[in-house]
């Protein structure tokens, strides 16, 4: 229940600060994701607040929450990988980064590239990291099901 708590809170409040900073931005698709993501902090903090109530159904919700906030982070991970803006990138590239490319001995024809690759290479290890982080949470409160009826005196087929 405590971690429930404090990994609802942390993703609530971290999910809800950069889908408001999305829309101010005027970024509609990362305000959605944002506020989505927020939406399965708020599940898993639901779940916590029924099996402190004694209801084992809180463990549904806190695994439901997992699978919701890994289903929105890979989606927005597949979204960015198909969305590169090679425009973007070229705005990025201030005199001082060209220099630095070319100091290292590479061109600056280089640096776009570079910059794809690094920008694949980000959402491709996000997207990994999520499927393992979320779906191992799903996993662990899936599997603590049977403890947690016990604990609280219910029976469970489960």
């Not at 404090?6 to 101010?24: E, H, K, N, P, W």
């Not at 305000?31 to 549904?60: C, F, N, W, Y």
């Not at 803006?85 to 070229?90: G, P, R, T, V, Y």
């Not at 776009?112 to 290479?121: A, N």
């Amino acid at each position: 229940m405590r971690l429930a708590m404090l990994d609802g809170r942390v993703v609530l409040v971290i999910a809800a600060t950069f889908g408001l900073m999305a829309a101010g931005s005027r970024e509609a698709v990362s305000a959605i994701i944002g506020m989505l993501a927020a939406g399965a902090g708020a599940m898993e903090l639901h779940g916590a607040t029924k099996l402190r109530e004694g209801d084992p159904q809180g463990v549904s919700w806190l695994v439901r929450s997992q699978l919701a906030l890994l289903l929105v982070i890979v989606t927005y991970c597949v979204l960015r990988l198909t969305h590169f803006d090679e425009s973007l990138a070229q705005m990025v590239i201030t005199p001082q980064v060209e220099q630095t490319f070319v100091d290292s001995g590479l061109s600056t024809d280089d640096i776009v590239p570079m910059l794809r690759k690094i920008y694949y290479g980000t959402y491709v290890i996000v997207g990994l990291v999520t499927v393992f982080y979320q779906g191992g949470m799903a996993r662990y409160y899936h599997r603590r099901r049977g403890a947690v009826a016990r604990d609280l005196g219910v029976e469970t087929n489960a």
